[in-house]
Structure formats: C-alpha cells, structure tokens
Nanobody
C-alpha cells in the first residue's frame, strides 16, 4: 500500500520560513509527477506547486511565485516545499500528492494523497 507522509509544518511568524517534506513509500517515485496543495478553513483545496517526474519542470500558483520552491530527491523518495516570506494567507493544511497530469493544479488528477501538515502564520 502506497504511503504518503508530510512533515515540517508548524507555527511561524509573518515573514518567516518553513520547509515541508513529503516521504513516499511503496511507489516508483521517479515515475510520478508530484504536487503540493493547501486548504484553509472554509476554502477549497488549491494547487500550490508541482514538479514533473524528472524534476526539471516546476509550476506554481501565482500567489506563491517567488516565495515557494518545490523540489524532489528521487534517491530518498522525498518531495519538498520551501516556504519563504510567509503571510497569514498562507495558513492552511498542506497536502502532498502523487500522480498529477498536465493540469497540475487539479486535485482530481492526483492518485495518492497524504494526511497533511498544518502551517499557521501569525501576524
């Protein structure tokens, strides 16, 4: 059974940084596009960033461009999201997902999901 486990969330002040990690097991990691999504209370889940299976192509939501960086380490079966210059709008549960397609921002295109890690930004 495929396992997707996120970590690294927490409470941070506005302007601060966090690094989220996602460990994937029982999956041919380098054969899957990977993505990060987030969901704030009362809002729909939205795509934040994605990286192709080879790691050489990335995509970002406009709201995080220039502040967040997605990366992957195939040798470790891990996905990362570096979050910089955080603000209150970034507070949300962040989810890691495997299996995205061309429409990277669409959650329906992803097959495997983690349980999420909470990011809370205090002003």
């Amino acid at each position: 059974q495929v396992q997707v486990v996120e970590s690294g969330g927490g409470l941070v002040q506005a302007g601060g940084s966090l690094r989220l990690s996602c460990t994937v097991s029982r999956l041919t990691f380098d054969g899957y596009n990977m993505g990060w999504f987030r969901q704030a209370p009362g809002k729909e889940r939205e795509g934040v960033a994605a990286v192709c299976d080879g790691g050489d192509s990335t995509h970002y939501a406009d709201s995080v461009k220039g502040r967040f960086t997605i990366s992957r380490d195939t040798a470790k079966n891990e996905l990362y999201l570096q979050l910089n210059n955080l603000n209150s709008d970034d507070s949300a549960m962040y989810y890691c997902a495997a299996g995205g397609g061309h429409n990277w921002w669409r959650e329906k295109e992803y097959v495997y999901w983690g349980q999420g890690t909470q990011v809370t930004v205090s002003s």
